[in-house]
């Protein structure tokens, strides 16, 4: 691939090679559980997909439970509560977290979601609701935003352990970015009792649409993400007989309504420069601004997709600093 002055793109940055060869297998194993008739070979799945089991007793100072929403959905989250502020009898800040994976993959109790929820309770610090929503294509859209908002209103009436759920923030990654805007559009129109959602953290979040952009095209080999997958992923996760304009994907496109009144929170967006949905990302970021929305986009030029979760990466550091200013002083 060529850019406009004829030298060449690259479609990732320079990564350890060890880290390098594991998100080439992941990727490889992935593709290879999407069928071709739009369904998900869960059983080959489960051998990538290693689950946590909760643990009451601090696990890198960080303790862990798991609470019933709807046994009838199995819609549930586990909660994340550093173990110092557990024992202080400290009320921490509360962020609802929706996990990434296309809306195919992975849950609340995979080991990179675990993981990385237990990072944030630590560092942040803070109380992490890690939503387990229900997964495409066995449950399209609406589903995930109906288990999200469920969950909010859930919390809503049964607080947490430790939790204020005065300061509470909606976030999510990749897809459980994309989720978390919806849910947090949804929330803005509802009266809580307790519950005051005061940011918004969507972090490289999905978007997409029909058109394909620079940053898909020139990225196209970029680790972890693929035109490929993410379209399978939306035909997936999308109403039947929908395209990628839909308003679920395209928030800002042919086929979405006005948002200029909905009454979102502070906003904070993360986009890596080695992401092919960072056009998507900055069509969001740009279309919120002009609709009057506070927010604040930080792009870091060298980060691939999902960056944030290998904690190896300077990029992931920075990330949890600025996540900790945007909750506790901005």
């Not at 909606?170 to 307790?194: C, M, P, Q, T, Y």
Request: aromatic fraction near 12%.
């Amino acid at each position: 691939m060529l850019d406009t002055a004829g030298g060449h793109v690259r479609a990732s940055p320079d990564l350890p090679w060890r880290l390098r060869l594991s998100l080439a297998i992941i990727t490889a194993i992935s593709d290879a559980c999407l069928r071709r008739d739009g369904t998900v070979n869960r059983r080959l799945l489960s051998f990538l997909d290693l689950k946590i089991s909760p643990f009451d007793k601090p696990v890198s100072g960080v303790t862990t439970s798991d609470t019933t929403v709807d046994p009838s959905r199995n819609l549930w989250f586990r909660l994340f509560l550093p173990g110092e502020a557990a024992s202080a009898g400290e009320n921490l800040p509360v962020i609802v977290y929706f996990h990434g994976g296309g809306f195919v993959f992975l849950s609340a109790n995979s080991k990179p979601i675990d993981d990385f929820c237990r990072r944030l309770a630590r560092e942040l610090p803070a109380a992490i609701v890690s939503v387990d929503y229900r997964l495409a294509p066995e449950h399209r859209c609406p589903s995930q935003y109906n288990d999200g908002f469920d969950v909010l209103k859930f919390i809503d009436e049964n607080p947490p352990l430790h939790s204020d759920l005065t300061r509470c923030f909606i976030a999510g990654d990749s897809a459980g970015g994309n989720l978390a805007h919806h849910v947090a559009a949804r929330a803005s129109e509802f009266k809580f009792r307790n519950l005051k959602i005061l940011g918004l953290i969507p972090i490289q979040p999905y978007f997409g649409g029909e058109e394909r952009t620079e940053s898909e095209i020139q990225l196209a080999g970029s680790p972890i993400v693929s035109v490929w997958r993410t379209d399978w992923c939306w035909k997936a996760f999308l109403p039947e007989g929908s395209d990628r304009d839909h308003p679920a994907a395209n928030v800002f496109g042919p086929k979405s309504g006005d948002i200029s009144g909905v009454k979102f929170p502070k906003i904070l967006v993360f986009i890596g420069g080695f992401d092919p949905l960072k056009d998507w990302q900055k069509r969001y970021c740009e279309g919120m601004k002009k609709n009057g929305k506070k927010l604040k986009m930080i792009e870091y030029p060298n980060a691939i997709h999902s960056f944030y979760g290998i904690p190896q990466l300077p990029e992931s550091r920075l990330f949890i600093k600025e996540v900790r200013n945007f909750i506790y002083f901005e």
